[in-house]
Antibody, heavy 121, light 107 residues
Framework: EVQLLESGGGSVQPGGSLRLSCAAS????????MSWVRQAPGKGLEWVSS????????NYADSVKGRFTISRDNSKNTLFLQMNSLRVEDTAVYYC??????????????WGQGALVSVSS | DIQMTQSPSSLSASVGDRVTITCRAS??????LAWFQQKPGKAPKSLIY???NLQTGVPSNFSGSGSGTDFSLTISSLQPGDFATYYC?????????FGGGTKVEIK
């Protein structure tokens, strides 16, 4: 059974940093591209960042480019999102999502349960 | 960026009703479209990929159609567990973009 378990969420002041982790199990993590998608309270889904299977290629939404960094450790079956210079508008539940293939021009097939990030003064 | 427009934004329906949600892309995306179901406080669940293909385990009362710019999700007979918010998403181009969602409520 595929499982994606996010951790590392919490409350932080504007300008602060957080690092999210997504622990994967139930599939060969190193064979699949991964992504982060967020959802602000009461709002819709917004794609944040994607990384291919070997971290050779990454992509970011304009809203987070230069502030967030996606990475992965295939030896530990874990996806990360380093979030720096956080803004109030980054407040959201952050989901990790698995792509069906090794590249990120593909479809999502599984989602984690999400980690809440709250940015306020 | 490709804009995804869903309609309606909400609807009320009864158990057993046939429900159709539409999604329009601002430019052609072939069949690179997915549909997701989300219940309150829960993660999205993948329902349909490549516009028409059901994910494993998704009941057959769900179906998808369309290509190019116009797509639809149909629930042939609404069940109690189907009351949720539904999102379309294109994966033809980056940035990946989602529709604004359609909330299906009990009449």
């Amino acid at each position: 059974e595929v499982q994606l378990l996010e951790s590392g969420g919490g409350s932080v002041q504007p300008g602060g940093s957080l690092r999210l982790s997504c622990a994967a199990s139930g599939f060969t993590f190193g064979n699949h591209a991964m992504s982060w998608v967020r959802q602000a309270p009461g709002k819709g889904l917004e794609w944040v960042s994607s990384i291919n299977y070997n971290a050779g290629s990454r992509n970011y939404a304009d809203s987070v480019k230069g502030r967030f960094t996606i990475s992965r450790d295939n030896s530990k079956n874990t996806l990360f999102l380093q979030m720096n210079s956080l803004r109030v508008e980054d407040t959201a539940v952050y989901y990790c999502a698995k792509f069906e293939s090794s590249g990120y021009y593909s479809k999502f097939d599984y989602w984690g349960q999400g980690a809440l990030v709250s940015v306020s003064s | 960026d490709i804009q995804m427009t869903q309609s309606p934004s909400s609807l009320s329906a009864s158990v057993g009703d046939r429900v159709t949600i539409t999604c329009r892309a601002s430019q052609g995306i072939s069949t690179h479209l997915a549909w997701f179901q989300q219940k309150p406080g829960k993660a999205p669940k993948s329902l349909i990929y490549d516009a028409t293909n059901l994910q494993t385990g998704v009941p057959s009362n769900f179906s998808g159609s369309g290509s190019g710019t116009d797509f639809s999700l149909t629930i042939s007979s609404l069940q109690p567990g189907d009351f949720a918010t539904y999102y379309c998403q294109q994966y033809n181009n980056y940035p990946l973009t989602f529709g604004g969602g359609t909330k299906v409520e009990i009449k």
